[in-house]
């Protein structure tokens, strides 16, 4: 399940979550080695080298609240 959400702040700036029951199997095993996922990483590899973008992630495990 994904999340996106804008600054009300800023409407440049967007925050993307992304959430996978088993991180192993279903982030880097289907969506990371994925088709889509590489042509999509290329793309914007080459927009952080223009720094026309900036990412930073974390991994966060669920307190199931």
């Known amino acids: 399940r994904s999340y996106i959400n804008y600054s ?10 992304e959430r996978y029951a088993d991180k192993d199997r279903d982030y880097l095993g289907t969506h990371k080695s994925s088709e889509e996922f590489q042509s999509f990483r290329a793309i914007l590899g080459d927009m952080q080298t223009l720094s026309k973008v900036t ?3 974390e991994s966060y495990l669920d307190v199931e609240i």
């Open 8 to 17: 009300d702040k800023n409407p440049l700036l967007y925050n993307i979550i």
């Open 55 to 57: 990412i930073s992630g």
